[in-house]
């Protein structure tokens, strides 16, 4: 699974960085709000970990613009924001989780789980190509019409 972490924070993103990729997890780092965005809009990620304060441009607008362009990514919030009404504005921009600093990294671990357990996201298909020949391998949900397979 690729995750992309936006986070400036230097020692949150290497704390992060470490513990996912112990857990197996190809991860991207990001110290920018504007190379974060340029990130979620050309890589194909399973799932973004975003922090609101960033320079440049804030997480709040990253996730709007990665919405707007149709990416149904799972977001998941993890910021120092805590107040109720940045829970619920991130959650309202369509953040699919929402979890304040400081954190448990067990916490968070078993919210990337479950965020990711939920499948493929509408429109994400994660594909192997070799030469000419490209394999889908996604995952498909009882009774999705979609059908993995294989084009030359």
Do not use: C
């Not at 972490?5 to 190809?26: C, M, P, Q, R, W």
């Not at 979620?40 to 919405?67: H, K, N």
């Not at 120092?80 to 009404?85: E, I, K, L, N």
């Not at 671990?109 to 965020?115: D, G, H, N």
Request: hydrophobic fraction near 45%; charged fraction near 25%; aromatic fraction near 6%.
């Amino acid at each position: 699974m690729h995750i992309l972490i936006v986070e400036d924070d230097s020692k949150t993103a290497v704390y992060l960085h470490k513990g996912l990729t112990e857990n197996s997890f190809v991860v991207d780092l990001s110290d920018k709000g504007e190379d974060g965005l340029h990130l979620a809009r050309t890589g194909e990620y399973d799932l973004i970990i975003l922090d609101v304060m960033l320079p440049d441009i804030d997480g709040w607008r990253i996730l709007q613009s990665v919405r707007a362009a149709g990416n149904q990514v799972p977001v998941f919030f993890l910021t120092a924001r805590g107040h109720v009404d940045d829970r619920v504005q991130g959650l309202e921009l369509g953040a699919d989780d929402y979890l304040v600093k400081p954190f448990a990294f067990a916490e968070l671990l078993a919210r990337v789980r479950t965020l990711l357990r939920r499948g493929a996201t509408p429109g994400h298909r994660e594909i192997l190509r070799v030469a000419d020949v490209e394999l889908e391998l996604g995952w498909q949900a009882p009774g999705d019409p979609r059908r993995s397979g294989v084009s030359i």
